[in-house]
């Protein structure tokens, strides 16, 4: 059973503070994916990475970054945190061998920025 | 760069009744279509991939319209289990990786 964890269910952070939002999957997916979901704007793409040390700008990669050091891990930083920033953060992966595009989901990270 | 719509809902329909929602996308070389289902404040599920000729898991059809770009859910019996919000998800063509598009959900209380 593949398995998605995110370092944190809630988090409640300052403006102007770096957060770091880790992600690991357990299943040697070779792409993980950063999404934020926000009422009425549905899921939208920050980052994705398909190997190692690369990466890939989505829709919204502005007051964010990414890290990927390892295969099973892949990490969002917003370098400083903005109320508009408050949100969930679903981290995904999916393999490419399978052809299939089926993306597994962590549990999500509701961040809050006050 | 929102490529698939949805008809936001909600949805609200007695028990045992059949709702069918459709989607439209807008990326004619897309290859890959899917449902997704999330419960309230619970990360998306795969529900059912979408095939060419339709496929049936129980009481969910999935339709797949290449010629005019739509993808519809059907949902027969309803289960008060079936509240939920439904995504349409389709492939982005991408030289890396294999990113998704979401559509913004259909949401749907199903009322005893």
């Known amino acids: 059973d593949v398995k998605v964890t995110q370092s944190s269910r809630y988090l409640v952070k300052r403006t102007g503070e770096k957060v770091f939002l880790e992600c690991v999957q357990d299943?040697?997916?070779?792409?993980m994916f950063w999404y934020r979901q926000d009422p009425g704007l549905g899921l939208r793409l920050i980052y994705f990475s398909y190997d190692v040390k690369m990466k890939e700008k989505g829709d919204i990669p502005e007051g964010y970054s990414v890290s990927r050091e390892k295969k099973e891990r892949f990490s969002l930083i917003l370098e400083s945190a903005s109320t508009n920033q408050t949100s969930m953060y679903l981290c995904?992966?999916?393999?490419?061998?399978?052809?299939?595009?089926?993306?597994?989901f962590g549990p999500g990270t509701r961040l809050t920025v006050t | 760069r929102k490529e698939v719509e949805q008809d936001p809902g909600p949805f609200n329909v007695p028990e045992g009744a059949t709702v069918a929602f459709n989607c439209t996308y807008s990326n004619s070389a897309s290859q890959s279509f899917f449902w997704y289902r999330q419960d309230c404040r619970k990360e998306p599920k795969l529900l059912m991939s979408v095939y060419s000729s339709g496929n049936e898991d129980g009481r969910f059809t999935a339709q797949l319209n290449r010629a005019s770009q739509y993808i519809s859910l059907l949902i027969r019996d309803s289960k008060l289990s079936d509240s939920a919000t439904y995504l349409c998800?389709?492939?982005?063509?991408?030289?890396?990786?294999?990113?998704?598009?979401f559509g913004k959900g259909t949401s749907l209380l199903v009322t005893p």
């Open positions: 995904a992966s999916n393999d490419i061998a399978g052809v299939s595009y089926e993306q597994y």
């Open positions: 299943m040697d997916h070779e792409n």
């Open positions: 998800v389709v492939n982005i063509n991408s030289n890396s990786g294999y990113a998704l598009n």
